[in-house]
């Protein structure tokens, strides 16, 4: 079963530090399909990085991807107040289609 | 511009069928490229992707539910349909639709619609 591991669970900055998020897959993934998504509190999810390091259209330039293989990154430069959300990696391929990391929650300390 | 919404029952009983309907507008779902999803969060949780529509009819659905669910489309009017059999109350959740772009990811999404499975 391809399972995406995103770390940590929690991640504690303040505004204005650098945010860097990982997600690891349990095999080698094409970066062509891997995704990162923003969801803040009582909202729908929102594309941030497709490909794993091609922003979507309006996402600040801030945000960048990367990686390659199993391990991707999703790095948020400088924080911005409204960056503190909850953040998922996905892949879409394979048997299962889509699959989504189980989260990681930018917090502020 | 592309918008989605999601309708359908707030509280279903358990082994009940529910049936949701994605209505959008702004795309076309005979494009070439083009597909609707259906992605669920339990309170608190991840997301989950269960299910997707392509532009040609195709569907694929999650392994763990396939024999649950069903997904239909009418063009005509914009419309997408997803039906989910026997619910549970592990069921309940935030059902939200989704469009599919060309590199296979969602790029607009509803607002979502929480159904509680409850006696």
């Known amino acids: 079963e391809f399972v995406l591991t995103q770390s940590p669970g929690t991640l504690y900055l303040s505004p204005g530090e650098r945010a860097t998020l990982s997600c690891r897959a349990s095999q080698s993934v094409s970066s062509s399909y891997v995704a990162w998504y923003q969801q803040k509190r009582g909202q729908a999810p929102r594309l941030l990085i497709q490909g794993a390091s091609s922003r979507a259209p309006g996402i600040p330039e801030r945000f960048s991807g990367s990686g390659s293989g199993t391990d991707f990154t999703l790095t948020i430069s400088r924080l911005e107040p409204e960056d503190f959300a909850v953040y998922y990696c996905q892949r879409y391929g394979g048997s299962a289609l889509y699959t989504f990391g189980q989260g990681t929650s930018l917090e502020i300390k | 511009q592309i918008t989605l919404k999601e309708s359908g029952p707030t509280l279903v009983k358990p082994t009940q069928t529910l049936t949701l309907t994605c209505s959008f507008s702004g795309f076309s779902l005979s494009t070439n490229g083009v597909g609707l999803a259906w992605v669920r969060q339990p309170p608190g949780k991840a997301l989950e992707w269960l299910a997707l529509i392509y532009w040609d009819g195709d569907d694929r659905y999650s392994p763990s539910l396939k024999n649950r669910l069903a997904i239909t489309s009418d063009t005509s009017r914009s419309h997408v349909v997803l039906t989910m059999t026997n619910m549970d109350p592990v069921d309940t959740a935030t059902y939200y639709c989704?469009?599919?772009?060309?590199?296979?990811?969602?790029?607009?999404w509803g607002q979502g619609s929480l159904v509680t499975v409850s006696s």
């Open positions: 989704a469009h599919k772009n060309d590199a296979g990811n969602f790029d607009y």
